[in-house]
């Protein structure tokens, strides 16, 4: 008690950040007691009448699920298998290059995008892919093809949405590897060298293994969001044509919850997201565990 | 190592210490070179898929709309002019949205990195009792969340809504800063140097503000800088949160420009096609320059914010 006492001024400095997280992050937690009830604002979220499972079951049930649950999985898993590795493979290609100056220039422009906002990447897209004026349907014009109306197409949009990722993302989660690659013991390719090893053979026995912890755990902090990332993108870039490739589970809930105002049913199936993705985080590090690889705890 | 990186230098042949060289190091060098080769060639792709999308757009934002619809603009500018920008700078919705950013901005920005900063201080110090939980409460909320309608109700029944709390509060504090700051506490501020002021008769607070602040100034900055790009960024909250479109920040009125009217008039075609088209190729126009506008203040920042973020980059790395 007394060393409590004497820290009271730490609480102080914890104070706001403890609040902010009881009043929004734990708040909501308890809130999602509706996703097991008929919410209505009258009663508020502890006093609505429990309708156990309901929800979920007529989510399961829709017609919807299957499609928007596949779509979900197919840009997480799309987005996980093209976009993780590349900024792997970027960092390491930068990282061999001799020149401090075009280093230093590369990794500025690859990583620009990433300031740029989503609004606009979306704008860019439907500016550059319009089949109208747009970039790309030029040249695809010029070539002697078809224009294609890219973002009016359900078959484009994951293609699309995967690409326009890479080009925003990739230079950004370069750093971290690149900062991990700066950070292995130079006395070690000294070594390689002298051994006559090649370039090649000292990326795949020096710097890959250097990097090997962080990569595993940004793995797992991808897998952990794999439900949660782009959703913003993915709404922005819906349109009424594409909509049966497009709609991911949080969009479903964004239409469904706030448009429609269907409170329980749509945080039911948030829920069911949250859950997913917590199942598919544990999986994976206990799958990191067991390899003894480094993990999150 | 001079001596192996560098073949054109021919007076290595004579000296004694070539003989030590490994065998291999003759074949290994084209192998390496070819190498280098591919790495650049791969790079300099990269920076052109990069680079062209936005070029095209800054080109296209001063072209005649005709031109461009034509395919006619690829690498330099035709028929200059300004029409897109001036429709641009005439309309109020972008002004006002503009003026709201930066309101939000700040604001949220001072509130987020003065909490971020506080919190993870306490946090960083090991000798605060109750620590390991107050983290655990913390890091928890990084892996399960309530999800956005919980959200928005929590939001509704604080009476936020279409007010400027709503946009800069409920994202205030992310975990994953909170423990990158913490982390940069732990490495950068020696606790000898606490106990130091300790004995002087500094109380917790005095050495926090007199003392690990000014020491702290790269974090600091990566803080200021990680949260104004992410509020100058942002929609979401604002989307779902505000409902008087006189509060939108600039991203929602681009978002409505950009993005919503491009779907709605791809159905409607009717009346005068002739003028019909030709406002079309006025509003692409009006597009381009609006992405070029949104975008240049983050861009014209960003070799000053550079230095920081590779930083932030390191701190992160850390942990």
Known sequence: MKRISRAWQLYVLLAPAIVYILVFKYWPMYGVQIAFKNYNPVDG?????????????????SYQFGQVVGNTLWIAVLGLLVAFPIPIILALLVNQLQSERFKKFTQTVLYSPAFISTVVVVGIMFVVLSPRSGLVNNAIQLGGGEPIFFMGSAEWFRPIYVISDVWQNAGFSMIVYLAALAAIDPALHDAAKVDGASKLQRIRHIDLPGIMPVVTILFILAIGNLLNVGFEKALLMQTPLNISTSEIIQTYVYHAGLQQAQFSYSAAIGLFNSLLNLALLLVFNTIARRANQATLW | M?????????????????????????RDKYGDRAFNIGATAVLLLSILAVVYPLYFIVIASISDPNAVYEGKVWLLPSGVTTEGYERIFADSRIWNGLGNTVIYTVLGTAVSVSTILCGAYALSRKDMPGRKILMLLFVITMFFDGGLITKYLVVRDLGMLD???????????????LIIARSFFEHTIPNELREAAQMDGATDFKFFFQMVLPLSKPLIMLMIMVHVVAQWNSFFDALIFLNDDSKYPLQLVLRNILIQSDVSSTGTTGGDIESYAAAQRIAELTKYAMIVVSSLPLMIALPFMQKHFTKGAMIGAVK
């Not at chain 1, 979220?45 to 049930?61: A, E, K, M, Q, Y």
């Not at chain 2, 192996?4 to 065998?23: D, G, H, I, M």
């Not at chain 2, 007010?163 to 800063?177: I, Q, R």
């Open chain 2, 163 to 177: 007010t400027v709390w709503a946009v800069v509060l409920p994202g205030a504090v992310g975990v994953w800063n």
């Open chain 1, 45 to 61: 979220f502890t006093d609505s009448p429990w309708v156990g499972l309901t929800h979920f079951i007529r989510f399961v049930n």
């Open chain 2, 2 to 26: 001079s001596l192996t990186t560098n073949p054109r230098t021919t007076e290595n042949r004579s000296r004694p210490l070539s003989q030590f060289r490994p065998k291999r190091t003759l």
